[in-house]
């Protein structure tokens, strides 16, 4: 009886189009992407390109390294991480703080925008212990790392959900995509 109602259940969920986070199939213009990170004086790969890259990965897409091969260009920049005092204790330290990171982002296709310049940010909030700043350094550099994962998760789903209706390239044309450099701002 408890199998027959779980399967029931599980057909009704499918039927009416409910999907786990990050099993939609990813839309066409996906399927072949070059990521453009414009991040002046970044010594390594910012956790936001790591990330998306591993989750477009995940879901099918080929990144490509160059843009040529690419159906699809995601331009991201001004990727600005901010830290900022909540609240301050009686001694005029802070005690809390609130790590903020904000990235603009466009896709285009050749020359057609297929998604306009747009913004995305997430915050999270920790407190911060004088007596144990290594720890707290260590926790601060962690929830940096998982607030960009978390950017690349938003970033995903709002492209799957704007471009699910986009036409697919035809098979075996490539679009040229002029290299541009990001917009200021």
């Known amino acids: 009886m408890r199998l027959t109602l779980i399967a029931l259940l599980s057909l009704l969920l499918a039927a009416c189009g409910f999907h786990l986070a990050g099993t939609l199939p990813l839309p066409q213009v996906l399927k072949r992407v070059y990521i453009d990170l414009s991040q002046p004086y970044q010594v390594s790969e910012p956790p936001l390109e790591v990330a998306l890259r591993e989750r477009l990965v995940q879901r099918g897409a080929k990144v490509v390294a160059k843009t040529e091969k690419a159906e699809t260009q995601l331009r991201i920049w001004n990727l600005?991480?901010?830290?900022?005092?909540?609240?301050?204790?009686?001694?005029?330290?802070?005690?809390?703080?609130?790590?903020?990171?904000?990235?603009?982002?466009?896709?285009?296709?050749?020359?057609?925008?297929?998604?306009?310049?747009?913004?995305?940010?997430?915050?999270?909030?920790?407190?911060?212990?004088?007596?144990?700043?290594?720890?707290k350094?260590?926790?601060?550099?962690?929830?940096?790392d998982f607030i960009q994962g978390e950017l690349?998760?938003?970033l995903l789903l709002r492209l799957e959900i704007r471009l699910r209706d986009q036409p697919p390239v035809p098979a075996g044309v490539v679009?040229?995509?002029k290299p541009e450099p990001a917009p200021a701002g």
């Open 80 to 135: 600005l991480e901010r830290r900022e005092a909540l609240s301050i204790g009686p001694d005029g330290k802070a005690l809390e703080y609130r790590l903020l990171v904000s990235v603009n982002y466009e896709v285009r296709r050749g020359d057609q925008v297929l998604l306009p310049v747009d913004s995305l940010s997430a915050s999270r909030d920790y407190s911060f212990e004088a007596g144990s700043i290594l720890a």
């Open 137 to 144: 350094e260590a926790e601060e550099s962690q929830l940096r």
């Open 152 to 154: 690349a998760e938003l």
């Open 175 to 177: 679009p040229a995509i």
